[in-house]
């Protein structure tokens, strides 16, 4: 597939996660989580999710256990959402990016000196 399809393809599996994670899953263990990036190889049958999860580190494992658990349904809802040759088996990853820039940022202001009033 081209790489604007698989853009499309990959945009498509966001949106119907987002909304399948808030209506769909009633697992406990997952609580706010934002679908932040989906992968999907070229021959669709694998999807890498990447969630972006609040809380400590052992809620978030947790959240992933929750939407790994999931899965079925999750991928059911894609099946049932989007058209496709092939239903991608989920696989749930969290992103960091957020956390990785919140350090860059603390980082970075602390090796920059302040200036005097």
């Not at 399809?5 to 706010?32: N, T, Y």
């Not at 978030?60 to 049932?80: D, I, K, W, Y």
Request: charged share 30%.
């Amino acid at each position: 597939m081209t790489g604007g399809r698989m853009r499309r393809v990959d945009e498509a599996i966001r949106e119907v996660l987002a909304g399948a994670i808030a209506k769909l899953v009633k697992d406990p263990r997952v609580g706010f989580v934002t679908v932040t990036d989906v992968t999907t190889s070229p021959d669709l049958r694998h999807a890498s999710v990447f969630v972006s999860v609040l809380g400590d580190p052992v809620e978030r494992e947790a959240c992933l256990e929750g939407l790994t658990s999931a899965h079925g349904v999750l991928q059911g809802a894609v099946a049932r959402e989007l058209r496709l040759k092939r239903t991608p088996a989920l696989r749930f990853a969290l992103d960091e990016t957020a956390e990785r820039a919140a350090r860059l940022e603390a980082l970075i202001e602390q090796s920059v000196p302040r200036k005097a009033s």
